[in-house]
């Protein structure tokens, strides 16, 4: 069983930045590639970055490439989202989540733990 908190949530004014982390416990971050994933308001969760096991490959969603940064800590059991450039529709409920698969995957069903999620709010 793996527990993820996440922290780092807040309110920013549009082009401003946050760093999300989130903070594994009960097993080792290096056995799981790990996402974040954003949920607005009426909408359906959806996938944000991936970070594969050893960093060696990451995947993003098209509306934040450039702006966003995927990366881990293996050593602290820590995965981090760097966000630039904010903008309004950025607003969510951010979630993290970890999946045993090996293949870097964008698919919410592929992923076997989540964390209770950390609040973002852009103002324009």
């Known amino acids: 069983q793996v527990r993820l908190v996440e922290s780092g949530g807040g309110l920013v004014q549009a082009g401003g930045s946050l760093r999300l982390s989130c903070a594994a416990s009960g097993r080792t971050l290096s056995?799981?590639?790990?996402g974040w994933f954003?949920?607005?308001?009426g909408k359906e969760r959806e996938f944000v970055a991936a970070v594969s096991r050893s960093s060696g490959t990451t995947l993003?969603?098209?509306s934040v490439k450039a702006r966003f940064t995927i990366f881990r800590d293996n050593a602290k059991n820590t995965l981090y989202?760097?966000?630039n450039s904010l903008k309004p529709e950025d607003t969510a409920v951010y979630y993290c989540a970890a999946a045993s698969s090996i293949a870097?995957?964008?698919?919410r069903d592929?992923?076997?733990y989540w964390g209770q999620g950390t609040q973002?709010?852009?103002?324009s």
């Open 81 to 83: 989202l760097q966000m």
């Open 38 to 41: 954003r949920q607005a308001p």
């Open 110 to 112: 592929q992923y076997d």
């Open 104 to 107: 870097l995957t964008k698919q």
């Open 31 to 34: 056995n799981y590639a790990m």
């Open 60 to 62: 993003y969603t098209d």
């Open 120 to 123: 973002v709010t852009v103002s």
